[in-house]
T-cell receptor, first 116, second 113 residues
């Protein structure tokens, strides 16, 4: 089955520690996204990537980093600079067929990050 | 800048009753509009989308939405809700020349027996 997988489902971070969230898709989509979800705030865009080896900051990129070395993978690192990392993190991907950039985004199951 | 407002934070509806969730957007040109549903602890599932054409859009699970340009709205409706419709619903808007979507804060739907 085609889809988006995120791992782990739950992640615990200690103070001063960097942690990496995994996102893999087998939909052959060009674009991938990371969102942060907090209660009552909807989804906020952290980073997005339109193509391999290229990515752009979203609305709340501070304290986060990404890489896009392969089309199917878009890992997110939550660095120690992110002072309030507790949230639900969602990865998404979209086709990008060249006719429109606002293609439908498909989401993974999410990773919940908690601070110890 | 584009934005989305979902005026209702929480709605409670009886099973079998109709449901309408409101979504108002702010965007200069014709927007691309989406409704997603999220069950607790899960990712988002696309219910329906509007890109162009017929302003009444049919989606999965018996949902529909109507795009009204004059009111800058894209309200979601279902004639008869089922207990499994209890979830959080998000409206999103995006321009055609940008990969970025803006999401509303969400509406939580509770279904009572």
């Amino acid at each position: 089955d085609g889809g988006i997988t995120q791992s782990p489902k739950y992640l615990f971070r200690k103070e001063g520690q960097n942690v990496t969230l995994s996102c893999e898709q087998n939909l052959n989509h060009d674009a991938m996204y990371w969102y942060r979800q907090d209660p009552g705030q909807g989804l906020r865009l952290i980073y997005y990537s339109q193509i391999v080896n290229d990515f752009q900051k979203g609305d709340i990129a501070e304290g986060y980093s990404v890489s896009r070395e392969k089309k199917e993978s878009f890992p997110l690192t939550v660095t120690s600079a992110q002072k309030n990392p507790t949230a639900f993190y969602l990865c998404a991907s979209s086709q990008g067929d060249g006719l429109s950039r606002a293609e439908t985004q498909y989401f993974g199951p999410g990773t919940r990050l908690l601070v110890l | 800048a584009q934005s989305v407002t979902q005026p209702d934070i929480h709605i409670t509806v009886s099973e079998g009753a109709s449901l309408e969730l409101r979504c108002n957007y702010s965007y200069g040109a014709t927007p691309y509009l989406f409704w997603y549903v999220q069950s607790p602890g899960q990712g988002l599932q696309l219910l329906l989308k509007y890109f162009s054409g017929d302003t009444l859009v049919q989606g999965i699970k018996g949902f529909e939405a109507e795009f009204k340009r004059s009111q800058s709205s894209f309200n979601l409706r279902k004639p008869s809700v089922h207990w499994s419709d209890a979830a959080e619903y998000f409206c999103a808007v995006g321009p055609s020349n940008d990969y970025k979507l803006s999401f509303g804060a969400g509406t939580t739907v509770t279904v009572r027996a």
